[in-house]
């Protein structure tokens, strides 16, 4: 009997981490599109109005240090949902 709670607890330890993977990996994919679309949209607006090239580029950075910095915090929370 408790060996059958060992063998349940560790296959629930291991469905953890992968789950925790699959879910870092899905944030680092979500980030990458993120930004892709940020820089899609900026390059076209850039396109429209090159005269407004330095503001749209500032607000390109800020918007996109801020989607990464999500994804990044995404990461390490599923990372350390592997450690831990």
Known sequence: M??????QAAAGAALGKV?????????ALAGAIG????GKSTMESIARQPESAGNLRTAMIIAA???E????FAIIVCLLAIVL
């Open 2 to 7: 408790l060996l059958t709670f060992v063998l």
């Open 19 to 27: 789950g925790a993977a699959i879910g870092a990996a899905i944030a």
């Open 35 to 38: 930004i892709g679309k940020i």
């Open 65 to 67: 240090g801020m989607v």
């Open 69 to 72: 910095g999500a994804a990044l």
